[in-house]
C-alpha cells in the first residue's frame, strides 16, 4: 500500500467526489454531507467515513450551504492489499457514521506527522495505520460495543467541545471559559479530559493549530509569521519554539521538507 498525500482540516463549499482521483480515497468527513443511494437522496448526522474505490463517480454535498470539513488519504493498492479491504466487511463508496473517531483522527495525525520525517520504516508505518483505520471502520459497521470511554461522564460534550478545537485552532481557547460553559470545575474537567482522551485539553489546542500551521506551510506561499497569527499566536518566536519542539524542526525547514517530499 503506497500512500500518495494525506491532508488534514481541509474545507470545501461545492460537492466533491470522482474528481478526486483514480486511486482509492479514505475521507473523514467531520460535517453532514448529502448523497445518493440507490436513487435515494441521504445525509449524515454528524462525523461519518467513506472509503471511495477506484473510478468513483458519486458526489458528496454540503448540507444547508455549509462548507464540508473533511480529512483525506488518497493511496494505491496491490491486490493483497484489495483482498484484506473486502475481509473488512464493510461497505465502499459510501458513508458510515461514526460514534467516535478518536482512533480514527488519530491515525490520520500520526500518519501527516511522519509523512514529513521519512523514517526508514515509513512504508511499514504508512500500511499499519491505514490498517487501523480500516479496522475501526469495520468495528463501527458491525456495531461493535460501545467504547468504555463513552461512559465518562459529559463525553458527548467533551467530544464536541474538541472537535470545535479541531475545527477552528486560531480561537483563543480558555480552559476556565470551558469549565463555566459546562459548570464543573477546572479539576474535575482536566479530569474527564484526560480520561477520555488521553491528553490534556491545551495539548489538544497545541496540536489543533500545529497541524493548521503545518497545512499552511505546505500549501500556501505566507510567511511564518503570517501562519503564526493565523493559528492563534501573538508572538512568532513563541510559535517558532513550539512547532520545533513538536514536530523536530523549524516552520521554515518543515515547508523545505513537505516541498521536497512533493517534488519527488
Not at 466533491?16 to 479514505?26: I, K, M, S, T, Y
Not at 477552528?168 to 459548570?183: A, L, T, V
Not at 480520561?195 to 491545551?202: D, E, N
Amino acid at each position: 500500500m503506497k500512500i500518495n498525500r494525506i491532508q488534514l482540516n481541509c474545507r470545501r463549499d461545492t460537492a466533491f467526489g470522482g474528481e478526486l482521483g483514480a486511486d482509492p480515497v479514505f475521507l473523514l468527513l467531520r460535517t453532514p454531507i448529502m448523497y445518493e443511494e440507490n436513487g435515494q437522496q441521504l445525509r449524515t448526522e454528524g462525523v461519518s467515513a467513506a472509503l471511495l474505490t477506484s473510478g468513483y463517480k458519486q458526489s458528496f454535498r454540503p448540507v444547508k450551504g455549509k462548507p464540508i470539513r473533511y480529512d483525506m488519504v488518497s493511496f494505491r493498492t496491490s491486490a493483497a492489499d484489495r483482498q484484506y479491504i473486502s475481509s473488512m466487511n464493510f461497505p465502499q463508496d459510501t458513508p458510515i457514521e461514526l460514534a467516535d473517531d478518536l482512533v480514527i483522527s488519530g491515525a490520520l495525525r500520526s500518519m501527516q506527522s511522519q509523512s514529513m520525517h521519512r523514517g526508514k520504516h515509513i512504508s511499514e508505518f504508512m500500511e499499519l495505520s491505514m490498517r487501523i483505520i480500516f479496522i475501526a471502520l469495520s468495528e463501527t459497521y458491525d456495531n461493535a460495543p460501545a467504547s468504555p470511554v463513552e461512559k465518562i461522564p459529559r463525553y458527548a460534550e467533551l467530544r464536541k467541545l474538541r472537535q470545535a478545537i479541531y475545527d477552528d485552532p486560531m480561537n483563543s481557547w480558555s480552559i476556565d471559559e470551558m469549565c463555566e460553559e459546562m459548570r464543573i470545575s477546572r479539576t474535575y474537567f482536566h479530569r474527564l479530559w484526560t480520561a477520555a482522551f488521553g491528553v490534556t485539553c491545551l495539548q489538544d489546542v497545541i496540536e489543533s493549530r500545529l497541524l493548521r500551521a503545518a497545512e499552511l506551510l505546505k500549501n500556501t506561499d505566507k510567511s511564518v509569521y503570517e501562519i503564526a497569527v493565523e493559528c492563534g499566536y501573538d508572538s512568532e518566536s513563541y510559535f517558532m519554539r513550539q512547532f520545533k519542539k513538536h514536530k523536530n524542526c523549524t516552520p521554515s525547514e518543515f515547508r523545505r521538507r513537505a516541498l521536497s517530499t512533493e517534488d519527488k
